[in-house]
Every structure is written in C-alpha cells, then in structure tokens.
C-alpha cells in the first residue's frame, strides 16, 4: 500500500474530491485476514509464568460516509496486520478517554464517543509473563482531523486509512476485532 492511500493529509472537506484520484483500499488489495485457530490462545507449556493484566481501549471511529479508520503495525512476528485503534489506560483515564485520545494518536482523526460496543479479553505470553489484556471498544463519531500516523508516540502504526463499514471483517487481522464489528452490525442493524 503505497503512502498516499494511508497517510493522505486530506481534511475533511476535500476528502471527496481526493477520493476520485486515490486508490481505495479494498478486501482484494489489502492482506489476508489471520484465521482463527490453536495459535490464538496462550501456551499451556507457560502457565507457570506470572501473569500480568493489561487494560487499554479503542475502537470504530466512523467518518460522515459510514467508513471506519483503521491502522496497520506489524505483529510480534514481523507480519503487517490490519487493526482498530487502541492502546494503554494511562492513569487517571477513564476507559472512553483512552479511545478518543489512542484513536487521534494512532490515526489523526478527532471522535467523540457515540456508543460502548463491547470488551474483548485475551491472553498472550510475553517475554517473561503471560498476559490478560482487556480491551474496551467503543464507537466514535468523527469531529475533524486528518488520516496521519504521525502522532502515533509509540510509532506502532505503520499506516492508516478509511474502510468501508460492510469490508471490515474481510479486511481486519483478528477474529475478536470481527467479532465487535460483528457486534455493531447487530447492535444498529448495519450490513456486513
């Protein structure tokens, strides 16, 4: 994906106008989603290792054309991965301000919370810990911004672009990523 489909400083206004020139993002071009499977779950050979919870939220940020933004980073194994954006509870945050604040970090545009859709856990073995992470997602409506990685601190994100609410679950990495879309979708009657 070339940086002019991800990172495009398009405001909003003209984001109509650049949207004949640019290549959209589609299911076909974009990289396969990770299937489910027995990798999706914590060894059962580290289970004597500490564990660790983890809390960080995020979630569907929806521009005034029902598409979502959302990010790519590569995974623990080097792989680029399309995701939701999310990240850390920082202390003295409440579980919706993270969302608002990860979201404009990792993607560039400004949200305001519309709705809590649902909270995912998992586990993941770490270097010397296993991990239970709890994931808050929410659905934001966009205020104003511009797709950019820019002010992404952690420079996780390699990339951002806006999605089509019926192609995110052909095009998200993780089968609970789906799963909230999937929860949206019933929640508000929306096609998937």
């Known amino acids: 994906m070339s940086s002019a489909q991800g990172n495009s400083r398009s405001t909003l206004d003209s984001s109509l106008s650049d949207e004949r020139n640019a290549v959209i993002p589609t299911p076909a071009i974009m990289a396969r989603r990770r299937e489910e499977g027995t990798n999706t779950f914590?060894?059962?050979?580290?289970?004597?290792?500490?564990?660790?919870?983890?809390?960080?939220?995020?979630?569907?940020?929806?521009?005034?054309?029902?598409?979502?933004?959302?990010?790519?980073?590569?995974?623990?194994?080097?792989?680029?991965?399309?995701?939701?954006?999310?990240?850390?509870?920082?202390?003295?945050?409440?579980?919706?301000?993270?969302?608002?604040?990860?979201?404009?970090?990792?993607?560039?545009?400004?949200?305001?919370?519309?709705?809590?859709?649902?909270?995912?856990?998992?586990?993941?073995?770490?270097?010397?810990?296993?991990?239970?992470?709890?994931?808050?997602?929410?659905?934001?409506?966009?205020?104003?911004?511009?797709?950019?990685?820019?002010?992404?601190?952690?420079?996780e994100a390699e990339d951002t672009t806006w999605v089509k609410f019926e192609d995110l679950t052909d095009v998200l990495s993780y089968p609970n990523e789906r799963r909230i879309v999937w929860l949206y979708a019933k929640k508000h009657r929306k096609d998937i």
């Open 42 to 155: 914590a060894s059962l050979d580290n289970r004597d290792l500490p564990v660790v919870r983890e809390y960080s939220a995020g979630g569907l940020v929806f521009d005034e054309h029902d598409r979502v933004a959302i990010i790519a980073r590569h995974s623990r194994s080097g792989h680029l991965e399309w995701c939701l954006p999310k990240g850390h509870i920082e202390q003295g945050e409440t579980p919706d301000q993270t969302a608002v604040r990860e979201i404009f970090e990792e993607t560039g545009i400004q949200g305001e919370v519309i709705d809590s859709i649902a909270t995912i856990d998992y586990w993941f073995t770490g270097d010397a810990q296993r991990i239970h992470k709890l994931v808050h997602h929410y659905a934001l409506r966009m205020t104003g911004g511009y797709l950019t990685v820019e002010g992404d601190p952690d420079h």
